[in-house]
């Protein structure tokens, strides 16, 4: 007999998952112009209020905090009360904060709205990509995963734009750059009345006549004739054991996941974030060190377009490996860059391996785990990485000043090369059913 999750999987893709993909993809993009303007701010406040570099790592450092914290609660309570309701709270939560950070007039004012934004945006991460994957047909699911990752490009690139023309116009320009985060929290609304809820989450919580109607309304986006009220599966009534993601049958992936999402993190954040600041502190202006990191930030792009083609030729975990093998090289070489060419194609480099990674990872992780922990799967292993992302901001300085860019983008690379032999053990689940139990 037909479940419901089997007639979604087999669906082909519809206007109503474009709607799906495109309304959670503004929520995610929105997620990284919060996180990209911060390396932005850090650079304008280094020079107006003169921070030391600990003072900076600490603004840099804190949401990720926030965002550990917020990644693991976000997580367990998409497997409670459901993927739509959480993705609109965080999307609420973070969006107030940002605007309210706008108003500080002190680090420790700054530092401690950072940490209340980034609950909201480690929690939403997880969360959103798990409610997509679990819409997401079968034979393209990684392709979609994958898309609604690239959104992530767009706002970085957004948070570069405001960097750049923003931020240098004025001394507030870094607080009219944070005001426009306030976006979100508008966009909550959008996203609590437009998107539906899962319905894997709904049918293992017994809600069948919601569930189905959902199903319905998808199948009539694709033209595809509903099941009759006769024929539909009645042997779904009991909800699925929760479960844990250390259960014998799952601590091996759940070890491999963390251990990639650490070493990503590691290094995307410490790069990253430290970026504009690294390049002004090789003598680049403000304004020259954010042109050329929006040159970089172009370049993910066509590294998540690259990866979303690969991830259903090649497979999830083949994909993730080579990404994050080239994220290696390419980090190896901007630790090396010299000149203002050098700098910029090792960034671009970068950038696409790196980010074209991000997508990858997202794709497989909600497909490791069953309906009752996939939330708290993703969020879990995202959680462990947000720790990564506390430290590299932190290490940054030392490094730097223990031996240079050299030794910052080295360990980088070191970290990234461990990432990659993590993705190879995990398993490949293209084109598989997800697990209900």
Do not use: C
């Amino acid at each position: 007999m037909t479940t419901r999750t089997q007639r979604l999987d087999d669906l082909p893709f519809t206007g109503r998952h474009r709607r799906l993909l495109t309304g959670s993809g503004v929520g995610w993009a929105l997620d990284a112009m919060d996180v990209g303007l911060i390396s932005f701010v850090m650079a304008a406040l280094a020079v107006q209020w003169d921070l030391s570099s600990t003072q900076l790592s600490w603004i840099g450092s804190i949401g990720f905090v926030g965002m550990a914290i917020g990644a693991s609660l976000g997580g367990l309570l998409a497997d409670r009360i459901g993927r739509r309701q959480v993705f609109a709270a965080t999307l609420l939560v973070y969006g107030l904060a940002t605007g309210a950070a706008a108003l500080s007039t002190s680090v420790a004012m700054l530092i401690a709205l950072r940490f209340v934004v980034g609950l909201g945006l480690g929690a939403e991460l997880p969360v959103a990509s798990t409610l997509v994957s679990e819409f997401a047909p079968r034979k393209v699911r990684g392709r979609v995963v994958v898309a609604l990752e690239a959104f992530w490009a767009v706002g970085w690139l957004l948070a570069a734009l405001i960097g750049y023309f923003v931020v240098p116009a004025a001394d507030n320009g870094w607080r009219w750059a944070l005001a426009v985060g306030l976006v979100p929290a508008a966009y909550a609304l959008v996203v609590r009345f437009g998107l539906p809820e899962s319905v894997r989450y709904l049918e293992s919580r017994g809600r069948h006549a919601e569930a189905e109607a959902i199903v319905r309304d998808y199948e009539q986006s694709a033209g595809v004739t509903s099941v009759p009220e006769d024929e539909q599966p009645v042997a779904e009534v009991e909800s699925a054991p929760r479960g844990s993601v250390w259960a014998p049958n799952l601590r091996r992936r759940t070890a491999a996941l963390w251990i990639v999402w650490f070493g990503i993190n590691f290094s995307y954040y410490g790069a990253f974030i430290w970026l504009p600041s690294l390049l002004v502190a090789q003598g680049f202006d403000l304004v020259t060190s954010f042109g050329y990191t929006l040159l970089i930030t172009l370049a993910q792009l066509p590294g998540y377009g690259v990866a979303a083609w690969l991830i259903e030729v090649w497979g999830r975990r083949l994909t993730l490996g080579v990404f994050l093998a080239g994220s290696a090289v390419s980090a190896g070489l901007f630790g090396l860059a010299e000149t203002p060419g050098t700098i910029v194609a090792a960034g671009m480099a970068l950038s696409f391996f790196n980010l074209g990674a991000w997508g990858a990872l997202y794709a497989i992780g909600p497909e490791l785990y069953p309906t009752p922990v996939r939330g708290a799967g993703t969020g879990s292993a995202a959680a462990f990485g947000r720790l990564a992302s506390i430290i590299a901001p932190l290490l940054v300085p030392v490094l730097l000043g223990a031996g240079g860019n050299g030794l910052v983008f080295g360990a980088f690379a070191v970290s990234f090369v461990v990432a990659a032999l993590a993705a190879f053990t995990l398993p490949e689940r293209a084109g598989t059913v997800l697990d209900e139990r």
